[in-house]
């Protein structure tokens, strides 16, 4: 009775009284996850490992929620007999993955900035560089006209 009230109010059942506790300490892992996302086939979800990271993976890639509340839930029921230490390299590890991620996207984002729109503005640059200059070469020379050959010797009164 204890077990159908607490399943009918969204609330886990007491683990220390179920008999299935002592066979698989991952069970109330599993009721857990069948409680707070029933859509979760029970038969492909007892094949997976028997690991918080391996239960928090299948079960994010079959519901819309978000990974740190599936690893509380997995976590919370998951066997506390592993080692202090591997529970600190577990969490190390999931801390690594997302600072990795930041800054791979950070430096993807720099790197796009760094060879697309410094390339784009120096080539303008040089084009409208190269094109004032030829305004500006043409225009000192049509202002300045010297005289052709034909013209100085013509002004020279030689033959005058």
Same mark, same amino acid.
């Given at each position: 009775?204890?077990?159908?009230? !607490?399943? %009918?109010?969204? =609330?886990?059942? *007491?683990?220390?009284?179920?008999?299935?506790?002592?066979?698989?300490?991952?069970?109330?892992?599993?009721? !857990?996850?069948?409680? =707070?996302?029933?859509?979760?086939?029970?038969?492909?979800? +007892?094949?997976?490992?028997? %690991? $918080? *990271?391996?239960?928090?993976?299948?079960?994010?890639?079959?519901?819309? /929620?978000?990974?740190?509340?599936?690893? %509380?839930?997995?976590?919370? #029921?998951?066997?506390? *007999?592993? %080692?202090?230490?591997?529970? #600190? $390299? *577990?969490?190390?590890? =999931?801390?690594?993955?997302?600072?990795?991620?930041?800054?791979?996207?950070?430096?993807?984002?720099?790197?796009?900035?760094?060879?697309?729109?410094?390339? +784009? /503005?120096?080539? /303008?640059?040089?084009?409208?560089?190269?094109?004032?200059?030829?305004?500006?070469?043409?225009?000192?020379?049509?202002?300045?006209?010297?005289?052709? /050959?034909?013209?100085?010797? =013509?002004?020279?009164?030689? #033959?005058?």
């Amino acid at each position: 009775m204890s077990t159908q009230a !607490a399943t %009918s109010n969204n =609330r886990l059942p *007491d683990t220390s009284s179920t008999p299935q506790s002592t066979t698989d300490p991952w069970e109330p892992v599993f009721t !857990a996850i069948n409680i =707070r996302w029933p859509q979760i086939n029970q038969d492909e979800l +007892k094949q997976c490992d028997r %690991s $918080v *990271d391996e239960l928090t993976e299948f079960v994010a890639a079959r519901v819309d /929620t978000q990974r740190d509340e599936i690893d %509380s839930v997995v976590s919370e #029921f998951a066997p506390t *007999d592993e %080692s202090p230490l591997r529970s #600190f $390299v *577990d969490q190390a590890h =999931r801390a690594g993955e997302q600072v990795s991620n930041s800054v791979h996207s950070a430096v993807e984002r720099v790197q796009y900035e760094i060879d697309e729109l410094p390339v +784009k /503005t120096s080539l /303008t640059n040089l084009a409208i560089g190269f094109g004032l200059g030829v305004l500006a070469t043409t225009l000192y020379f049509n202002s300045r006209r010297q005289p052709t /050959t034909w013209q100085q010797i =013509r002004s020279n009164r030689l #033959f005058q």
